[in-house]
Protein backbone atom coordinates (compact mmCIF):
# COMPACT_ATOMS: atom_id res chain seq x y z
CA UNK A 1 0.00 0.00 0.00
CA UNK A 2 1.55 3.39 -0.71
CA UNK A 3 1.41 6.30 1.62
CA UNK A 4 0.37 9.86 0.49
CA UNK A 5 3.19 11.68 2.15
CA UNK A 6 2.76 14.85 0.15
CA UNK A 7 2.47 17.83 2.42
CA UNK A 8 -0.43 19.92 2.42
CA UNK A 9 -1.18 23.54 3.94
CA UNK A 10 -4.44 26.12 3.96
CA UNK A 11 -2.69 27.24 0.57
CA UNK A 12 -4.17 23.89 -1.31
CA UNK A 13 -7.75 25.35 -0.31
CA UNK A 14 -7.43 28.01 -2.78
CA UNK A 15 -6.82 25.78 -6.02
CA UNK A 16 -3.63 27.28 -6.76
CA UNK A 17 0.29 26.69 -6.03
CA UNK A 18 -0.29 29.95 -4.36
CA UNK A 19 3.14 31.51 -2.73
CA UNK A 20 2.42 33.41 0.62
CA UNK A 21 4.22 36.97 0.94
CA UNK A 22 4.00 39.85 3.43
CA UNK A 23 5.60 43.14 3.10
CA UNK A 24 7.28 44.89 6.07
CA UNK A 25 6.53 48.30 5.49
CA UNK A 26 2.02 48.11 4.90
CA UNK A 27 1.73 44.79 6.69
CA UNK A 28 -0.36 43.56 3.80
CA UNK A 29 -0.28 39.38 3.49
CA UNK A 30 -0.60 37.99 -0.20
CA UNK A 31 -1.29 35.13 -2.27
CA UNK A 32 0.83 35.46 -5.30
CA UNK A 33 0.22 33.90 -8.52
CA UNK A 34 2.74 31.27 -9.50
CA UNK A 35 3.34 32.57 -12.76
CA UNK A 36 4.03 36.19 -12.07
CA UNK A 37 6.27 36.12 -9.01
CA UNK A 38 6.55 39.72 -7.19
CA UNK A 39 9.70 41.52 -5.51
CA UNK A 40 8.13 44.36 -4.49
CA UNK A 41 4.87 45.39 -2.55
CA UNK A 42 1.85 45.44 -5.21
CA UNK A 43 0.51 47.37 -2.87
CA UNK A 44 2.37 49.97 -1.08
CA UNK A 45 5.41 49.60 -3.58
CA UNK A 46 7.92 48.94 -1.20
CA UNK A 47 10.72 46.61 -2.00
CA UNK A 48 10.38 44.50 0.94
CA UNK A 49 8.02 41.69 -0.10
CA UNK A 50 8.98 38.59 1.65
CA UNK A 51 8.08 35.03 1.57
CA UNK A 52 6.58 33.32 4.60
CA UNK A 53 6.41 30.38 6.16
CA UNK A 54 2.23 28.60 5.54
CA UNK A 55 2.69 26.89 9.02
CA UNK A 56 4.38 29.44 11.01
CA UNK A 57 2.97 32.73 9.07
CA UNK A 58 -0.56 31.99 9.28
CA UNK A 59 -2.65 35.05 8.62
CA UNK A 60 -6.12 36.09 10.23
CA UNK A 61 -8.12 35.10 7.65
CA UNK A 62 -7.24 32.06 5.16
CA UNK A 63 -9.92 30.85 4.18
CA UNK A 64 -10.43 30.75 0.12
CA UNK A 65 -13.37 33.80 -1.50
CA UNK A 66 -17.02 32.33 -2.05
CA UNK A 67 -17.69 34.98 -4.98
CA UNK A 68 -15.46 37.54 -7.29
CA UNK A 69 -15.89 40.96 -9.01
CA UNK A 70 -13.97 40.08 -12.55
CA UNK A 71 -11.65 42.80 -13.83
CA UNK A 72 -14.12 44.43 -16.65
CA UNK A 73 -12.27 47.73 -17.86
CA UNK A 74 -11.01 47.11 -21.38
CA UNK A 75 -6.84 47.44 -22.18
CA UNK A 76 -7.68 50.75 -24.01
CA UNK A 77 -9.48 52.11 -21.14
CA UNK A 78 -6.74 51.20 -19.23
CA UNK A 79 -3.87 52.92 -21.92
CA UNK A 80 -5.87 56.06 -22.01
CA UNK A 81 -6.02 56.64 -18.10
CA UNK A 82 -2.45 55.94 -17.95
CA UNK A 83 -1.56 58.26 -20.45
CA UNK A 84 -4.22 60.88 -18.77
CA UNK A 85 -2.76 60.65 -16.04
CA UNK A 86 1.06 61.08 -16.60
CA UNK A 87 -0.03 63.95 -19.33
CA UNK A 88 -1.88 66.11 -16.45
CA UNK A 89 1.23 65.84 -13.95
CA UNK A 90 2.96 69.19 -13.89
CA UNK A 91 6.34 68.79 -14.20
CA UNK A 92 5.83 65.06 -14.42
CA UNK A 93 9.02 63.17 -13.24
CA UNK A 94 11.23 61.61 -15.74
CA UNK A 95 10.16 58.13 -15.20
CA UNK A 96 6.37 58.87 -15.06
CA UNK A 97 5.12 57.71 -17.94
CA UNK A 98 2.35 56.09 -19.77
CA UNK A 99 4.75 53.25 -20.86
CA UNK A 100 6.57 52.78 -17.42
CA UNK A 101 2.89 52.94 -15.79
CA UNK A 102 1.37 49.91 -18.17
CA UNK A 103 4.82 48.06 -17.97
CA UNK A 104 4.42 47.81 -14.02
CA UNK A 105 0.79 47.37 -13.93
CA UNK A 106 -0.46 44.59 -11.27
CA UNK A 107 -3.50 43.59 -11.51
CA UNK A 108 -4.49 42.48 -7.46
CA UNK A 109 -7.66 41.53 -5.54
CA UNK A 110 -8.61 42.71 -2.56
CA UNK A 111 -11.23 41.30 0.32
CA UNK A 112 -14.66 42.32 1.19
CA UNK A 113 -17.12 41.01 3.50
CA UNK A 114 -20.65 40.12 3.05
CA UNK A 115 -23.29 39.58 5.40
CA UNK A 116 -26.55 37.77 5.75
CA UNK A 117 -28.40 38.35 9.13
CA UNK A 118 -31.90 38.27 10.54
CA UNK A 119 -32.51 41.54 12.64
CA UNK A 120 -35.01 41.26 15.28
CA UNK A 121 -35.50 44.87 16.86
CA UNK A 122 -37.56 47.37 18.64
CA UNK A 123 -36.93 51.08 17.62
CA UNK A 124 -38.47 54.40 17.74
CA UNK A 125 -37.15 57.70 15.93
CA UNK A 126 -38.67 61.18 15.11
CA UNK A 127 -40.79 61.35 11.50
CA UNK A 128 -40.87 64.17 9.91
CA UNK A 129 -43.23 65.00 7.29
CA UNK A 130 -43.44 68.41 4.75
CA UNK A 131 -45.93 70.64 5.13
CA UNK A 132 -46.47 73.72 2.86
CA UNK A 133 -46.78 77.61 4.76
CA UNK A 134 -48.52 80.18 2.64
CA UNK A 135 -47.86 84.17 3.58
CA UNK A 136 -48.50 87.31 1.24
CA UNK A 137 -45.73 90.01 1.03
CA UNK A 138 -45.56 93.68 0.08
CA UNK A 139 -43.06 94.73 -2.82
CA UNK A 140 -43.38 98.21 -4.91
CA UNK A 141 -42.87 97.40 -8.83
CA UNK A 142 -43.93 99.54 -11.42
CA UNK A 143 -44.57 102.54 -9.52
CA UNK A 144 -47.43 100.38 -6.84
CA UNK A 145 -47.45 98.21 -4.38
CA UNK A 146 -47.89 94.41 -5.11
CA UNK A 147 -48.92 91.30 -2.96
CA UNK A 148 -46.86 88.92 -3.58
CA UNK A 149 -47.87 84.80 -2.17
CA UNK A 150 -44.69 83.17 -0.90
CA UNK A 151 -45.15 79.57 -0.11
CA UNK A 152 -42.12 77.81 2.12
CA UNK A 153 -41.84 74.39 3.13
CA UNK A 154 -41.58 73.19 6.88
CA UNK A 155 -41.32 70.25 8.28
CA UNK A 156 -43.29 68.84 11.00
CA UNK A 157 -41.75 66.23 13.13
CA UNK A 158 -43.77 63.42 15.27
CA UNK A 159 -42.37 60.55 17.64
CA UNK A 160 -42.76 56.89 16.22
CA UNK A 161 -41.86 53.60 17.78
CA UNK A 162 -42.14 50.14 16.81
CA UNK A 163 -40.89 46.56 16.06
CA UNK A 164 -39.24 45.18 13.17
CA UNK A 165 -38.36 41.56 11.87
CA UNK A 166 -36.38 41.67 8.66
CA UNK A 167 -33.66 39.41 6.91
CA UNK A 168 -30.70 41.54 4.97
CA UNK A 169 -28.81 40.19 2.31
CA UNK A 170 -24.88 40.59 1.18
CA UNK A 171 -24.80 43.76 3.41
CA UNK A 172 -20.83 44.75 2.63
CA UNK A 173 -18.57 45.24 5.83
CA UNK A 174 -14.75 46.29 5.70
CA UNK A 175 -11.98 43.15 5.66
CA UNK A 176 -9.67 45.25 5.00
CA UNK A 177 -8.49 48.25 7.88
CA UNK A 178 -8.32 50.94 4.82
CA UNK A 179 -11.36 49.92 3.16
CA UNK A 180 -12.98 53.71 3.69
CA UNK A 181 -9.92 55.37 2.65
CA UNK A 182 -9.99 52.71 -0.82
CA UNK A 183 -13.95 53.93 -1.64
CA UNK A 184 -12.98 57.83 -0.85
CA UNK A 185 -10.14 57.53 -3.33
CA UNK A 186 -11.50 55.14 -6.24
CA UNK A 187 -15.60 55.45 -5.45
CA UNK A 188 -17.46 51.77 -4.44
CA UNK A 189 -17.83 48.95 -6.43
CA UNK A 190 -21.04 48.11 -7.86
CA UNK A 191 -22.00 44.48 -7.30
CA UNK A 192 -23.34 43.26 -10.60
CA UNK A 193 -21.68 41.12 -12.53
CA UNK A 194 -20.57 38.79 -9.77
CA UNK A 195 -19.93 35.54 -10.09
CA UNK A 196 -18.23 31.87 -7.96
CA UNK A 197 -14.70 32.53 -7.26
CA UNK A 198 -12.82 29.86 -9.72
CA UNK A 199 -8.68 29.07 -9.25
CA UNK A 200 -7.83 30.24 -12.09
CA UNK A 201 -8.82 33.70 -11.17
CA UNK A 202 -5.14 33.87 -9.35
CA UNK A 203 -2.80 32.53 -12.47
CA UNK A 204 -2.26 36.51 -13.29
CA UNK A 205 -3.49 38.10 -10.26
CA UNK A 206 -2.34 38.47 -6.53
CA UNK A 207 -4.68 38.30 -3.52
CA UNK A 208 -4.58 40.57 -0.35
CA UNK A 209 -5.68 38.52 2.47
CA UNK A 210 -8.37 40.22 4.85
CA UNK A 211 -7.02 41.46 7.60
CA UNK A 212 -10.32 42.38 9.49
CA UNK A 213 -11.87 38.63 10.78
CA UNK A 214 -15.75 38.82 10.84
CA UNK A 215 -16.09 39.10 14.33
CA UNK A 216 -14.25 42.75 14.13
CA UNK A 217 -15.68 44.00 11.00
CA UNK A 218 -19.22 43.09 12.61
CA UNK A 219 -19.09 46.67 14.39
CA UNK A 220 -19.46 48.48 10.81
CA UNK A 221 -21.81 45.82 9.19
CA UNK A 222 -24.09 46.51 12.11
CA UNK A 223 -23.84 50.61 11.60
CA UNK A 224 -24.77 49.34 7.72
CA UNK A 225 -27.79 47.15 8.80
CA UNK A 226 -29.10 50.08 11.34
CA UNK A 227 -28.88 52.84 8.05
CA UNK A 228 -30.90 50.25 6.07
CA UNK A 229 -33.39 49.61 9.06
CA UNK A 230 -33.73 53.21 9.33
CA UNK A 231 -34.76 54.31 5.71
CA UNK A 232 -36.84 51.27 5.57
CA UNK A 233 -38.71 52.56 8.86
CA UNK A 234 -39.06 56.16 7.15
CA UNK A 235 -40.68 54.63 4.18
CA UNK A 236 -42.78 52.46 6.59
CA UNK A 237 -44.39 55.78 8.58
CA UNK A 238 -44.48 57.42 4.51
CA UNK A 239 -42.48 60.12 6.31
CA UNK A 240 -40.28 62.39 4.43
CA UNK A 241 -37.54 62.46 7.23
CA UNK A 242 -36.17 60.93 10.03
CA UNK A 243 -33.84 61.66 13.00
CA UNK A 244 -32.95 60.25 16.44
CA UNK A 245 -33.15 56.49 14.99
CA UNK A 246 -32.69 53.95 18.06
CA UNK A 247 -33.05 50.31 18.36
CA UNK A 248 -32.60 47.35 20.32
CA UNK A 249 -31.70 44.72 18.17
CA UNK A 250 -30.63 40.76 18.21
CA UNK A 251 -29.38 38.98 14.95
CA UNK A 252 -29.07 36.01 14.16
CA UNK A 253 -28.19 33.11 11.25
CA UNK A 254 -25.50 35.39 10.46
CA UNK A 255 -23.29 34.46 7.10
CA UNK A 256 -20.41 35.80 5.93
CA UNK A 257 -18.66 35.81 2.26
CA UNK A 258 -15.68 36.96 0.65
CA UNK A 259 -15.98 38.65 -1.86
CA UNK A 260 -12.76 40.05 -3.87
CA UNK A 261 -12.72 43.23 -5.58
CA UNK A 262 -10.77 44.11 -8.43
CA UNK A 263 -7.92 46.74 -8.40
CA UNK A 264 -5.15 47.57 -10.67
CA UNK A 265 -1.79 48.91 -9.31
CA UNK A 266 1.50 50.32 -10.76
CA UNK A 267 4.13 52.93 -9.51
CA UNK A 268 6.96 55.49 -10.38
CA UNK A 269 9.70 57.03 -9.51
CA UNK A 270 10.51 60.72 -8.81
CA UNK A 271 14.00 62.49 -8.14
CA UNK A 272 15.02 61.40 -5.27
CA UNK A 273 14.01 57.10 -6.51
CA UNK A 274 10.77 57.31 -3.72
CA UNK A 275 7.91 55.04 -5.12
CA UNK A 276 4.69 56.81 -5.42
CA UNK A 277 1.22 54.27 -5.90
CA UNK A 278 -1.18 54.77 -8.69
CA UNK A 279 -4.31 52.84 -8.39
CA UNK A 280 -7.02 52.36 -10.76
CA UNK A 281 -10.60 50.74 -10.01
CA UNK A 282 -10.62 47.38 -11.69
CA UNK A 283 -14.27 47.80 -12.68
CA UNK A 284 -14.80 51.37 -13.57
CA UNK A 285 -11.12 52.61 -14.14
CA UNK A 286 -11.47 55.19 -11.17
CA UNK A 287 -7.61 56.38 -10.87
CA UNK A 288 -6.32 57.41 -8.05
CA UNK A 289 -2.48 58.31 -8.28
CA UNK A 290 0.11 60.49 -6.26
CA UNK A 291 1.18 63.52 -7.61
CA UNK A 292 4.29 64.62 -7.39
CA UNK A 293 6.50 67.31 -10.29
CA UNK A 294 10.14 67.18 -10.65
CA UNK A 295 11.85 70.08 -9.31
CA UNK A 296 14.64 68.84 -11.27
CA UNK A 297 12.33 69.59 -14.87
CA UNK A 298 11.25 72.60 -13.17
CA UNK A 299 14.38 74.10 -12.40
CA UNK A 300 15.41 73.20 -16.02
CA UNK A 301 12.55 75.28 -17.41
CA UNK A 302 13.23 78.12 -15.03
CA UNK A 303 16.94 78.62 -16.29
CA UNK A 304 15.69 78.33 -19.81
CA UNK A 305 13.36 81.34 -19.18
CA UNK A 306 15.67 82.73 -17.35
CA UNK A 307 18.16 82.63 -20.33
CA UNK A 308 15.74 84.00 -22.70
CA UNK A 309 15.25 87.01 -20.51
CA UNK A 310 18.98 87.29 -20.39
CA UNK A 311 19.69 86.91 -24.03
CA UNK A 312 16.74 89.87 -24.34
CA UNK A 313 18.30 92.04 -21.65
CA UNK A 314 21.48 91.82 -23.27
CA UNK A 315 19.69 92.92 -27.00
CA UNK A 316 18.33 95.44 -25.15
CA UNK A 317 21.55 97.00 -23.89
CA UNK A 318 23.14 96.63 -27.22
CA UNK A 319 20.18 98.19 -28.97
CA UNK A 320 20.04 101.49 -26.26
CA UNK A 321 24.17 102.04 -27.24
CA UNK A 322 22.90 101.96 -30.77
CA UNK A 323 21.09 104.47 -29.59
CA UNK A 324 23.29 107.03 -29.23
CA UNK A 325 23.78 107.08 -33.04
CA UNK A 326 20.47 106.28 -34.09
CA UNK A 327 17.78 107.78 -32.02
CA UNK A 328 14.85 105.46 -33.79
CA UNK A 329 16.38 102.62 -31.54
CA UNK A 330 15.75 103.39 -28.13
CA UNK A 331 12.07 102.90 -28.48
CA UNK A 332 12.92 99.61 -29.30
CA UNK A 333 15.66 98.81 -26.80
CA UNK A 334 13.23 100.11 -23.54
CA UNK A 335 10.52 97.57 -24.79
CA UNK A 336 12.62 94.77 -24.59
CA UNK A 337 14.23 95.76 -21.72
CA UNK A 338 10.65 95.83 -20.04
CA UNK A 339 10.05 92.17 -21.73
CA UNK A 340 13.49 91.01 -20.22
CA UNK A 341 12.35 92.49 -16.97
CA UNK A 342 8.76 90.24 -17.70
CA UNK A 343 10.47 86.99 -18.80
CA UNK A 344 12.75 87.17 -16.26
CA UNK A 345 9.75 87.30 -13.68
CA UNK A 346 8.05 84.76 -15.26
CA UNK A 347 11.41 82.33 -15.00
CA UNK A 348 9.94 81.79 -11.18
CA UNK A 349 6.54 80.67 -12.21
CA UNK A 350 7.84 76.53 -12.97
CA UNK A 351 9.45 76.24 -9.50
CA UNK A 352 6.40 77.96 -7.62
CA UNK A 353 4.21 75.38 -9.45
CA UNK A 354 6.21 72.28 -8.74
CA UNK A 355 6.54 73.22 -5.18
CA UNK A 356 2.59 74.22 -4.83
CA UNK A 357 1.98 71.06 -6.50
CA UNK A 358 4.39 68.66 -4.13
CA UNK A 359 3.47 70.54 -1.14
CA UNK A 360 -0.14 71.43 -1.56
CA UNK A 361 -2.06 69.60 -4.49
CA UNK A 362 -3.65 66.66 -2.58
CA UNK A 363 -5.54 69.21 -0.24
CA UNK A 364 -7.95 70.63 -2.77
CA UNK A 365 -8.92 66.82 -4.48
CA UNK A 366 -10.88 64.77 -1.93
CA UNK A 367 -9.51 61.57 -3.79
CA UNK A 368 -5.71 63.05 -3.47
CA UNK A 369 -6.57 63.39 0.07
CA UNK A 370 -7.49 60.07 0.91
CA UNK A 371 -5.10 58.77 -1.40
CA UNK A 372 -2.56 60.72 0.89
CA UNK A 373 -4.23 59.31 3.89
CA UNK A 374 -4.35 55.46 2.49
CA UNK A 375 -0.36 56.17 2.18
CA UNK A 376 0.58 57.42 5.47
CA UNK A 377 -1.65 54.12 6.62
CA UNK A 378 0.55 51.75 4.53
CA UNK A 379 3.58 53.12 6.35
CA UNK A 380 4.38 52.36 10.15
CA UNK A 381 4.55 54.39 12.96
CA UNK A 382 7.83 56.07 13.10
CA UNK A 383 8.70 56.22 9.51
CA UNK A 384 7.88 59.05 7.10
CA UNK A 385 5.96 58.61 4.34
CA UNK A 386 6.80 59.59 1.30
CA UNK A 387 4.26 62.70 0.71
Known sequence: MMLNTTKTTWTDTWGQPLTLAGCWQCDGVFLLPPQRPLTICPYCGQESLDALDTAVDRPVYTQPPELLLPFTITDVNIQENLAQFAKKTWFAPADLSPQNLL??????????????????????????YNYQVVSHKEAFQS?????QEVRETRIRWEPRLGRLNRHYDNQMAPALE?????????????????RPYRPDDLIQAAAHLPNRPPADAWTEARESLKKIAAEEC???AAADHIREFRWTADFDAQNWTQLLLPLYTTFYHDDESRVHMVFMNGQNGNLRGQRRASMQ????????????????????????????????????????????????????????AAWYVNRFGHFYDDGQQALAELTNVAWKAGEQPPV
Open 103 to 128: ARLQPIYLPLWLVDANAQATWQAEMG
Open 143 to 147: GQWRT
Open 178 to 194: EQRLLELALGTYQLNGI
Open 234 to 236: RQA
Open 297 to 352: KARRWAILIGSSAVVIFVISLLLALLGHFREAMLPWAGAGLTIALLVGVTAVLPLL
